[in-house]
Nanobody, 123 residues
Framework: VQLQAFGGGLVQAGGFLRLSCAAS????????MGWFRQVPGKEREFIGA???????YYPDSAKGRFTISRNNAKNTVHLQIDSLEPEDTAVYYC??????????????????WGKGTLVTVSS
């Protein structure tokens, strides 16, 4: 089972970025899929997730500039970040989890993690 995130890179503040994550090894249509991010020295931060049925959840800290979507036929999940800020610089991780309510997602209890992709936002 693998999750592979891609689409990171160096971007300018004010722009937007779309990250993608491809799942392989098993069907993920029944899993919730989502995104976290982490900067050195800080805990992995939950950005949001999408249920198998397409319902999204974003914690209050992430509402407004982040949009998560998924394509079950392609086993992919996407994260669009609008109005990028230098504070968005982080390693972004995709995640898949079975059964837990999206609003309870925690970095300490996720079934599958992808390798991160680095996003650097220049001012």
């Amino acid at each position: 089972v693998q999750l592979q995130a891609f689409g990171g890179g160096l971007v300018q503040a004010g722009g937007f970025l779309r990250l993608s994550c491809a799942a392989s090894g098993r069907p993920f249509s029944g899993y919730g899929m989502g995104w976290f991010r982490q900067v050195p020295g800080k805990e992995r931060e939950f950005i949001g997730a999408v249920s198998s049925g397409g319902t999204t959840y974003y914690p209050d800290s992430a509402k407004g500039r982040f949009t998560i979507s998924r394509n079950n036929a392609k086993n992919t999940v996407h994260l669009q970040i609008d109005s990028l800020e230098p504070e968005d610089t982080a390693v972004y991780y995709c995640a898949a989890d079975w059964g837990n309510r999206l609003s309870t997602w925690s970095s300490k209890a996720i079934d599958y993690w992808g390798k991160g992709t680095l996003v650097t936002v220049s001012s």
